[in-house]
């Protein structure tokens, strides 16, 4: 590798680096929103990617022109695109946010960060192969770090609410519908297009349920900000810079240096809403992210 592709792999670590951060500082300007301006996680995720799903559309339309449309033309990938921005993009957003709102976003972020596990899990089922010894071993990890999270290892009592918990790492399962649902899509119409129309899908269908027009909550311009923080910082030019990661130095190494996002999440919770965190918790986060680390890199 010579100097200038050294500086090109670094710069691209650093552009997925803040892609990652960008993403767990979206947790946390959301917990603000519920702890002091009164709104909830329904709410703020119907909003949030209908709003960031017209961005994105907005730049697909700059760069793709009437080609963004093209995915609606067959009726097989309408179907998949449904079923993504149900499940794998609505249902993602929302339980992780309601994750958030009954615990914090650092807990909340870890808890999902089990996804890739889930993922490993579900491949090797599928293509009926046995997972390597450092995939079993990751698994044990995350679920060892999980129960120490959940429980402080005393499994007679919970740490967190039990529907912390659940709503956790149901965003788990969801994050990994999420990665696992669009791929095909991503392939033929463009990943920034894919995730464009399944945000807007979400969040209208959601809209259905939540009607975000009864606006609740305090809004000041704390409020505005945060909210901005969420959909611009969190969602826009957080996959934007991650995406552009995985064009300079691919998708393995992107993840791998993304993954600083729940390590961002834990520090904005103690720093920006005063959360404490035990030396179990700690513990539990590190097993996670040690999961986190190993399977990145083996993928």
Sequence with gaps: MNQMEKREAMRGACIAVIGGIF???AGVFGQYLFTY????????????????GLLLLTTVLAKQKNDMWRIWKKKQDVFWLVLFAIFGMAGCQLTYYSAVEMSNAGTATVLQY??????????ALRAKKMPGIL?????????????????????????????????GLTSAVMMAVYNLLPLKLMKEYGT???????????????????????????????AVGAMAVVVVVGTVLSFSFYMEGVRMIGASRASLFASVEPVTATAATVLMMHATFTLSDFFGILCIMAAVL?????K
């Excluded at 301006?37 to 960031?52: E, H, P, Q, T, Y």
């Excluded at 089990?114 to 491949?123: E, G, Q």
């Excluded at 807007?200 to 975000?212: D, Q």
Aim: net charge positive.
């Design 23 to 25: 993403w767990g500082l």
């Design 37 to 52: 301006k009164g709104l909830n996680a329904r709410w703020l995720v119907s909003v949030r990617l209908v709003l960031a």
């Design 294 to 298: 190993i399977l990145s890199i083996r």
């Design 192 to 222: 920034f297009c894919v995730i464009g129309w399944g945000m807007l899908l979400g969040g209208i269908l959601m809209c259905l349920f939540t009607r975000p027009w009864h606006v609740i909550g305090t809004w000041d311009l704390q």
């Design 114 to 123: 089990t996804a890739p596990a889930i993922i490993m899990l579900y491949t």
């Design 135 to 167: 995939e079993i071993g990751a698994l044990i990890l995350a679920l060892f770090g999980t129960f120490v999270l959940a429980t402080h290892g005393n499994i007679h009592s919970l740490a967190i609410s039990r529907e912390a918990l659940v709503w």
